[in-house]
């Protein structure tokens, strides 16, 4: 029973580190493609903006204001979540923009939802630059 | 329809703002009664370690190596969770020890889960120190 238990907790430990390695990934490489991580259900809340679905969430996304970034991740948690097979992520790091000299840090958290055919979707998402 | 959804956000975002309220205001003036807010399946991973129920996650609080301390907060974001009535909150701040003359930034989230009596408990929590 023990042992289930720390097979389970590796296992979404593993799905969460590679859920950040795909996401910062195509974030940094082809922005547009994230739109394959949402949902019509998801939820983003961008430094206090709300949006609702994969339209509007991929619209904020891609209309933001720099062109090439890159993620630095620092952290990565993760924890089971009451929805069943449901991930927590949290995450921190800095965020490097081209045409800025300092890296800004952030932090984010996601909650991810297992499909039908067998991978995840955000179904929230919560970024905020750390200030100060 | 559009009404009833915002009046649903407006709750979502007023639970979430008494919980944090309520939550940071025992962590400094009555630690050891945050144990009311936990329950047997509750998560806590502070700093990278995990801990499981309201014992553990409550002797990991009341041993950490302070005495006083002060939380500012920065920004409360709330969003709708997937469990029914469940609301995510993602919290930065800082937090004053008094045995330090800097205040240490940090980032919390908590997925709060409806009690059948009609308040809310932690399911998950995930705190991380922001350095940099």
Redesign the interface.
């Known amino acids: 029973m023990y042992k289930l238990q720390e097979e389970m ?1 590796e296992q979404v430990e593993m799905v969460g580190r590679a859920f950040v390695e795909h996401y910062y990934h195509l974030f940094d490489t082809d922005r547009s493609s994230l739109a394959s991580l949402y949902h019509q259900s998801s ?1 983003l ?1 961008f430094e ?1 903006q ?1 949006l609702q679905g994969v339209d509007d969430i991929c619209a904020k996304i891609n209309q933001l204001p720099f062109d090439k970034c890159h993620h630095f991740i ?2 990565i ?1 993760t ?5 069943a097979g ?1 991930i ?1 992520v ?1 995450v ?1 790091g ?1 965020l490097r923009l081209m045409c800025e000299e300092h890296p800004l ?1 952030f ?1 984010q ?1 996601f ?1 991810l ?1 297992p499909t039908p055919q067998g991978s995840f979707y955000v ?2 998402d ?1 970024f ?1 630059l ?3």
Chains 1, 2 share one sequence.
Do not use: A, V
Request: without cysteine; hydrophobic residues 20%; positive net charge.
């Open positions: 907790e939820m809340t206090g709300k620092s952290t948690d924890q089971p979540s009451s929805f449901g927590t949290f921190s800095s840090r932090s958290m909650h939802i179904q929230n919560i905020r750390n200030y100060g």
